[in-house]
C-alpha cells in the first residue's frame, strides 16, 4: 500500500518538460507511482488533495551560505533549514566562505554534524579549494571529499595565482572532484559597488566593467582545457560572458554554469535610492544583460539557478552603500522570484525546475531534483499565480536583508517534503 497519495496534482517533470494533471504516490520516502488522470489510483494510508496545485521536485539551492561557524547571529542551520522548507528548498548545498573557513575535515564534519541536528532538509556542504580560502596552498582535497565535501570553492576569493589554482584542478581531477569558480578578474573587480556605465557614474559609485567576468571566464576556461577538471561557474551574470561559455561547452569541456536569481529578476537600476539590500556580489547589471541571462537559461546554456542566499546583519547593512557588505538571503525568495521569469514568459515552468532542481541535482550525483520512480520523494507544493507582498518581517532567516521587501510578488509555497515528510505547511 501507498504510504501517501497526492492527487488532483498538476505535476512539473523537468526531464520530460511537460507539465500534466494527475498523482504521485510515494511508498519509503520515495516516489512509487506517478498516476494519470485515466488511470486508477492506488489505496494509500493518507491522500492529500492538491486541488490543481503545482506539484514539483523540491529546490536543490547550490551556493548557501551558512554563518555556522562563526557567525551565527547572522544564520544558523537551525534558522536557514527553516526558511529553506518555508521556500521549497529541500537541499541547500553550502558554502565554505565561514569564519573560520570550512578548510578541514574537522570543520566539515561539525558542520555536518550542526545540520544534521538543526536543518529539516538535506545539507550539502561543500569545502573551501585553498587553505583559509586565500590562494595560496590547496586543501586537502581527498581527506575533505572522504569527510563529506560535494564540491570545492573558494566562493568570491578568486584565485588569482593560477599555478596554484592549477594544481588545485588537477588534484581534482584526479579525484574527480567538482569545483566552483567565481568567474571575474580580481583587480578590475576590487572595491566595485556597481557595474560600470552611466548610471554609476551619475551616483559615484565605484563600478566594474563587465569585461572583468569575461576575462576571468576566459582564464578558467584555458585552465579546465589545461587540466581536464569538472568545473562549474557559480555566477554568470553579463552577456559578454556567454560566447565564451557557449565555446567550451561546443569543445566539450567539463563546465556548467549557474547564475542568481537576483540577476535574472533585478537590474542596475534597482540601486538608485542606495538601498544596500540591492547591493550584491557580481553588481546588478545592466536590463540588458538580465534578459540575455534569462534567455540563457531558456537555451539551456546556463545550467543553474541558485538563491546565492548571503545573510548580513543590520549593522553590516545600514552604512554607505560603498562601505555596505554585500548580499542577500533569498532562500524564501527564491521561488515566487522565479514565478517573475514565468509570468513574464521568459522561462517555462519545466525549464525553470531544470534550473533549480535537476541541473544542480546532477552536477553533484545526486539523486533528488526529478519526478521518477525511485527518486527521493523531496517535494514542493505550490501555487504559482497566489498573489502576496513581501514582508522581511515575516522571513524564518535571521538576518532579513531581502531586495525583494515591499515588492509585489506572485507564488506561495504551500507546503514542503523532504523524503515524503511534510517539513513545512503555509498556515
Known amino acids: 500500500m501507498t504510504d501517501t497519495l497526492f492527487t488532483n496534482a498538476k505535476l512539473i517533470n523537468p526531464e520530460g518538460g511537460t507539465v500534466i494533471t494527475g498523482a504521485l504516490g510515494v511508498t519509503d520516502g520515495k516516489i512509487s507511482a506517478i498516476i494519470t488522470d485515466e488511470t486508477p489510483h492506488p489505496q494509500a494510508r493518507e491522500t492529500v488533495d492538491c486541488d490543481r496545485k503545482h506539484l514539483a521536485p523540491g529546490l536543490v539551492d547550490l551556493g548557501v551560505k551558512v554563518c555556522e561557524p562563526g557567525e551565527r547571529h547572522k544564520e544558523s542551520f537551525g534558522s536557514a533549514g527553516l526558511a529553506a522548507a518555508a521556500g521549497g528548498v529541500t537541499t541547500m548545498v ?51 571529499l572522504d569527510a563529506g565535501a560535494v564540491a570545492f570553492t573558494d566562493c568570491d576569493n578568486v584565485v588569482a595565482d593560477t599555478k596554484v ?17 567565481h568567474p571575474q578578474d580580481p583587480g578590475l573587480s576590487a572595491g566595485a ?24 571566464l576566459d582564464r578558467d576556461i584555458a585552465m579546465i582545457e589545461l587540466t581536464g577538471a569538472r ?44 538601498r544596500t539590500f540591492f547591493k550584491i556580489k557580481p553588481p546588478l547589471r545592466d536590463e540588458d544583460d538580465r534578459l540575455a541571462m534569462a534567455e540563457a537559461v531558456q537555451s539551456g546554456l546556463i545550467d543553474v539557478i541558485s538563491s546565492m542566499h548571503t545573510p548580513q546583519d543590520e549593522e553590516s547593512k545600514r552604512l ?12 524564501e525568495t527564491l521561488l515566487p522570484a522565479a514565478m517573475r521569469l514565468f509570468h513574464s514568459d521568459h522561462v517555462d515552468l519545466p ?40 514582508d522581511r518581517a515575516t522571513l524564518q532567516s535571521k538576518s532579513r536583508n531581502t531586495p525583494f521587501d515591499g515588492a509585489r ?19
Not at 559597488?193 to 576571468?216: D, H, I, Y
Not at 562601505?323 to 538571503?329: I, P
Not at 535537476?358 to 525511485?374: D, E, S, Y
Request: hydrophobic share 45%; charged share 20%.
Open 94 to 144: 553550502t558554502r565554505p566562505d565561514t569564519d573560520p573557513a570550512i578548510d578541514n575535515p574537522e570543520t566539515l564534519e561539525f558542520v555536518i554534524r550542526r545540520a544534521r541536528e538543526a536543518a529539516p532538509v538535506n545539507v550539502l556542504p561543500m569545502a573551501a579549494l585553498t587553505k583559509g580560502r586565500q590562494g595560496r596552498e590547496m586543501t586537502e582535497i581527498g581527506f575533505l
Open 165 to 181: 589554482f592549477g594544481r588545485a584542478l588537477s588534484y581534482a581531477r584526479s579525484l574527480g572532484a567538482l569545483v566552483l569558480g
Open 193 to 216: 559597488a556597481a557595474t560600470s556605465g552611466k548610471f554609476a557614474s551619475l551616483r559615484g559609485l565605484p563600478a566594474v566593467s563587465p569585461m572583468a567576468e569575461r576575462m576571468g
Open 231 to 274: 568545473y562549474h561557474a557559480d555566477q554568470i551574470t553579463t552577456a559578454r560572458a556567454l560566447p565564451p561559455l557557449e565555446r567550451a561547452k561546443q569543445n566539450g569541456f567539463d563546465i556548467t554554469a549557474g547564475t542568481s536569481i537576483h540577476h535574472l529578476t533585478l537590474n542596475a537600476l534597482d540601486v538608485a535610492d542606495y
Open 320 to 331: 554607505p552603500f560603498e562601505a555596505a557588505a554585500s548580499g542577500a538571503v533569498a532562500l
Open 351 to 390: 525549464t525553470l525546475w531544470r534550473a533549480m532542481s535537476l541541473n544542480p541535482a546532477k552536477r553533484l550525483g545526486l539523486p533528488c531534483g526529478r519526478l521518477a520512480i525511485g527518486a527521493p520523494a523531496d517535494l514542493v507544493l505550490f501555487d504559482p499565480h497566489a498573489p502576496f507582498v513581501m
Open 409 to 427: 510578488m506572485q507564488g506561495k509555497v504551500l507546503q514542503t517534503y523532504v523524503a515524503g515528510h511534510s517539513v513545512y505547511k503555509r498556515a
